[in-house]
Nanobody, 124 residues
């Protein structure tokens, strides 16, 4: 079972990036998928989540209106479209699969499968 995150890079403030998280080894089509991020010296924090059927999404207040999470079931892939990026968005971004009960969670401690992370750097 593997989650492969990609799409990070260096971008100027105000720019956009799209992160991808491809699952292999098993399908997560019946599970919620989340994005988290961790800046240097800080704890891992919730960014966005999408329910198993894409019927429900959730966002951290800090990214609401700028980031959009989506998923492609045919590719077993989850995306995070990030627009109007700010320097404070700089972090390593991780995707994760939520396999426990309930629609989804915003706590990283309740996610059991994690990708390796992709670095997003936003310059001012």
């Amino acid at each position: 079972v593997q989650l492969q995150a990609s799409g990070g890079g260096l971008v100027q403030a105000g720019g956009s990036l799209r992160l991808s998280c491809a699952a292999s080894g098993r399908t997560f089509s019946r599970h919620a998928m989340g994005w988290f991020r961790q800046a240097p010296g800080k704890e891992r924090e919730f960014v966005a989540v999408i329910s198993w059927n894409s019927g429900s999404t959730g966002y951290a207040d800090s990214v609401k209106g700028r980031f959009t999470i989506s998923r492609d079931y045919t590719k077993n892939t989850v995306y995070l479209q990030m627009n109007s990026l700010k320097p404070e968005d700089t972090a390593v971004y991780y995707c994760a699969a939520y396999i426990r009960g309930g629609t989804y969670s915003t706590s990283p401690y309740e996610y059991d499968y994690w990708g390796q992370g992709t670095l997003v750097t936003v310059s001012s």
